[in-house]
């Protein structure tokens, strides 16, 4: 059953070999949140559904390297918040996670990361420079869409299927050398991209993937053998 720490509702999760916690909700008042490695001796490896959803009151949340999972809007709708590091300890980052964090300028994505599911960071308008660390090996689609604010992205997944479709700030962005494709319509409504340049480690383009964006100026890479229709779809180039 559920339990009560001051600030902190929480239940033990027998899902693992051993028992730990998962915080299920927040009853405190504090702005600057600091969330606990652990509660009565049990690590805390979870930040449940719906944990912190709609606080607008809170600017700022430590989650500590104990957290290994942030399940699905944990922080969704939380528009006070700046600033987000997630600590190296976190595995994967699951739907609408911090959907609509509007106030979010920084965001810091730990080293053990693996999988941003769709929608984790939509609608992070205020966001400006982003970097999606090397570990991360599956981006679902919309996981970034619509965060307008968005100046400068550097991506290594393998993988891009609609992640950051409608970023109309996106002025520049590199690929990493694990880049394999550019999924559907990854980069689409994207019209503040004017140029983009393909590296060689990138094989295929999907359908859409640059469409309606404001490209003027395309370099491919020599090992492109695939470029589906209306890859650039209503570009000016």
Excluded at 113 to 142: H, K, M, Q, W
Excluded at 169 to 194: E, Q
Aim: proline share 3%.
């Amino acid at each position: 059953g559920f339990e009560y720490d001051v600030d902190y509702v929480y239940f033990y999760d027998d899902d693992r070999s051993e028992e730990t916690i998962k915080i299920t909700g927040y009853t405190g008042s504090n702005t600057n949140v600091v969330i606990p490695s652990s509660i009565d001796g049990k690590k805390v490896t979870s930040i449940d559904s719906s944990a912190f959803y709609n606080n607008a009151g809170i600017s700022s949340v430590t989650i500590p390297d104990s957290v290994e999972t942030i399940y699905d809007k944990a922080f969704a709708g939380c528009t006070g918040l700046t600033g987000i590091i997630i600590p190296d300890s976190v595995k994967k980052i699951y739907y609408s996670a911090f959907e609509g964090c509007a106030g979010i300028t920084s965001l810091s994505i730990g080293s053990g990361v693996t999988s941003i599911d769709n929608y984790a960071f939509s609608g992070c308008v205020g966001l400006r420079d982003l970097t999606i660390p090397e570990n991360v090996t599956s981006i679902a689609y919309n996981a970034f869409e619509g965060c307008t604010g968005l100046r400068a992205l550097t991506v290594n997944c393998p993988n891009l299927d609609t992640a950051f479709s409608g970023c109309t700030g996106l002025t520049r962005v590199t690929f990493g050398d694990n880049v394999k494709s550019i999924g559907y319509c990854a980069f689409a409504g994207c019209t503040g991209l004017k140029t983009i340049s393909i590296p060689d480690n990138i094989t295929s383009i999907a359908d859409g993937a640059f469409r309606n964006t404001g490209l003027t100026s395309i370099t491919l890479g020599k090992n492109i053998t695939k470029i589906a229709s209306e890859t650039f779809c209503g570009c000016k180039y």
